[in-house]
Every structure is written in C-alpha cells, then in structure tokens.
C-alpha cells in the first residue's frame, strides 16, 4: 500500500514528516511522493497564517480527488487548534493533534479495518512530555538532516497560535539527541540541522536536570552543540534559528567558540519598532537586537542572518514601519522573510484596537520585500571575492549546488555532490551566487 506526504510549515514539521514516513515504511507501506497516486495521504499542517491553513484544505481536497478511495489523515498544528473544522470536511477520515504523530499508523490502520472517521487531540495540558518515533535515520535530502532537540513554547507572543498549538516545553533527552547525530554522522550526512519550535528553550523547563540526571551546567543548547561538535567526522552544525525573545548577546557569544557551528544564524526580529515589539510581547527592544546582530558580525562581517519581519500589526504607525526597513539596512541581512500580520482567532492580537486596513498591510508588505531583496543583494555583493567552504549536494544542469556556511547557495561547474569544496565566489547569479573551487 501506497503512502504519500504533504508537509507545510517550518523544519520541526519537515523532521515529524520523516519520522513518519520511515514508521509507515517500517510497516510495509511503500512511501510515493506528494503529488503521486496513494492509497493514504497523510497531510501535516501548518496554522502560523490564514492562508497556511487555507494551503492545507486545498491540498486536502486535491488530493481526495485524485483518489477517492484514498485514506486521509490530517495532522500538526492547523489539526491541533482547529480540529472541528477538519473534521468537518467530507474528505478528511482522520484528524490528529501534534501530540499524536508517533501514533497516527495505528489511526491509519484502524482506519482501513473499521472505516470510521476519527479524531485525536489532546489538550494543552496533556502535552506535557516529549515524545517522538525514535532515532532518524535518514532524510530525503542525503546531505543536510534535521534533528528536532525540542517541543513547545511558552512565550506568547500576542500574535501567535504556535504555544496553543505545540503546548508546553518538553526537551528531548540529550543522549537521545547525541546517538541520532552519530546515527546520521555515520550514514554520510555532512550538515545536521539542530530544531524546534523554539530552540533557545531547550532544557529550560522545570525538572530537566532532574529527569535525565544531568547538571545545571548540562542544560541548554550550547550543551548540546559542545557534545555534538565533539563527535568524530567531517560535519558541520547548523542552528535552525535562536529567539532573541530568549537569548542576549552574552549568550550568542558563547556559542562563537564552536568550530563546527556554521555562521548562519535564523534570529527573528518581527519588528524595527521597539513600541510593536512590545505589543507583540516580545521581551527585547531593537538595541538588544542589534546587540547580538554586533556579536555575529565580530565574528564574521558576513555572517549570514536571516529574519522574519511583520508588516500591518495591529497599532503600526508608518514611523513603526519604517523603523522595520531601517532595521534592514542596520542589520544587513542575507534573507528577509516577509510578513502581512494575519489575525488569528485566540491571540491577543485579534482584539486590539488600530487593525490596519488592508490596503495599507499590502503596500508595507510590497516596501518590505523590496528592501529585504535589495538587501540580500548587497550582503552578496560583499562577498565577491571570498573563499567559503561549500556543501555540494544536487546536480543542476551543469552546475553542482551547495550552501556556505552563512548560507548563500553556490553555483559551480562540476559534478561531485554530498561533499565539501572550498570555492571562491565570483557574482550573484539566479538565488545565489556563481563560484570557482
């Protein structure tokens, strides 16, 4: 029996996907891609924004009609939140919560010897505990692979679903975490990518120590990334991103020390706007921001940082907004990640006063991505000249691809993938940028 997969949404959704996927192997499915004919789809969703969920009912509908007979099920965080309005629609047979992954083979399998619809979700307070499906032991892609180190978020940020939807911090065990690195160190995997829904929050949460009889000095990311860069091979690590709502420059310096940590950091700002920033609750203001932006670019002027950046919030002034662009040109980006604010049923967001109009969100957003382009640019153009050690990893027409450590993907002639090559970057060309070993 065929068993397809959608995945939407961020990298810890992308790592649950594989973990399915290799469980549904492990019991006789044959896994097919996406868009290919199955006899079950499993969708893992999304719900950071209105059109993720919308993106999620689309595929849904797609793919129930590229095979009626086929088994549905429907899971992640649009499942979680909104399970009733899944369950709702015809071509759905299964809905299950984020904390019901590991499990839903046995709905699917139920499923096909009952035939009754079935819902899964456990509330807020019963994802309490980390739970997974096991070690990973490899990834579509046979270069880069994720480890998920951390579940849940406890910041509540005015105008996010993700704490509702992923419930409290739980952190992986660490030897848990260290075993899957020698795992896909040991099948040939160069970069592994550490995740979660907030990284920065791992080992954080109360009776961590405790419940895996470590020291206070042993919790914490940076633990992880010293054990990690520890083990034998030619790899590197690659940090998904870290939460300025969690982290301070003090704490970003720390981590410079890693050799194998490649200088590519994800650090969300959401705002320029000091004043949205902290309607948005986040704990910062720009100056801490451009704190730990210092720290990075001490360690390297072109140390590659990409950022998420919202435009319409709820009370954003165009003096906000422009704060946000100026933020931008400070910061020096190599990836800006665009945003219209997208109002969200439950958040404190959507019961502010000042919702801005449309009209407005739609002109900001289109200013926004045209500075975080002209920006990207100029990080690149900076980096004429450089020599950076790449990870080749596909073949694109008579070009090899790779990333750099401060993640600007590479061009070069040749045909060698899933290893490392020094190369000289010579101009900005296609998403990236074309290089000379």
Do not use: W
């Amino acid at each position: 029996m065929r068993v397809a997969f959608h995945t939407l949404g961020c990298k810890v959704n992308q790592y649950e996907t594989e973990a399915m996927r290799q469980q549904f192997a492990a019991r006789g499915f044959e896994p097919v891609g996406e868009e290919d004919m199955a006899e079950v789809y499993v969708i893992n969703t999304c719900t950071v924004t209105n059109l993720a969920d919308r993106k999620s009912r689309q595929y849904i509908r797609r793919m129930k009609k590229k095979n009626p007979d086929a088994v549905v099920a429907v899971t992640g965080c649009y499942a979680q939140v909104k399970p009733e309005e899944l369950e709702a629609l015809p071509e759905v047979d299964i809905v299950a919560g984020t904390g019901e992954k590991e499990n839903i083979i046995e709905y699917v399998m139920d499923f096909i010897s009952e035939g009754k619809s079935q819902l899964h979700i456990k509330s807020y307070d019963e994802l309490c505990e980390y739970s997974g499906s096991g070690i990973i032991t490899s990834m579509e892609s046979r270069t880069r692979a994720y480890i998920k180190v951390q579940e849940g978020c406890d910041r509540f940020c005015s105008y996010c679903l993700i704490p509702f939807a992923r419930g409290r911090v739980r952190s992986r065990n660490p030897e848990e975490i260290l075993e899957e690195a020698e795992t896909l160190i040991s099948q040939g995997f160069r970069e592994l990518i550490l995740t979660g829904i907030n990284t920065a929050l791992y080992g954080t949460e109360d009776g961590f120590t405790e419940k895996y009889g470590i020291g206070a000095e042993e919790a914490g990311i940076e633990h992880i990334i010293s054990r990690i860069s520890s083990l034998e091979g030619d790899f590197r690590i690659r940090l998904s991103s870290l939460e300025p709502a969690v982290i301070n420059a003090e704490y970003v310096k720390r981590l410079m020390k890693y050799d194998k940590l490649c200088h590519h950091l994800h650090l969300s700002a959401q705002s320029g706007s000091s004043h949205v920033l902290e309607l948005m609750n986040r704990p910062y203001n720009v100056e801490d921001y451009m704190d730990i932006v210092r720290v990075l670019r001490s360690c390297d002027p072109y140390y590659g940082i990409s950022t998420d950046i919202i435009a319409g919030f709820p009370g954003e002034t165009e003096e906000d907004f422009r704060g946000s662009l100026e933020l931008i040109e400070k910061a020096g980006f190599c990836k800006v990640h665009g945003f219209k604010y997208s109002k969200r049923e439950g958040t404190a967001a959507a019961l502010m006063k000042d919702q801005i109009p449309a009209e407005i969100k739609n002109s900001r957003m289109e200013r926004l991505l045209d500075a975080g382009e002209n920006c990207a640019r100029r990080f690149f153009e900076g980096c004429v000249g450089q020599r950076r050690r790449v990870l080749f990893e596909e073949q694109e027409g008579e070009y090899v691809t790779g990333y750099t450590d401060n993640y600007i993907k590479v061009y070069a002639h040749g045909s060698e993938i899933n290893c490392f090559k020094e190369v000289t970057l010579l101009e900005i060309y296609k998403d990236g940028m074309k290089g000379e070993f």
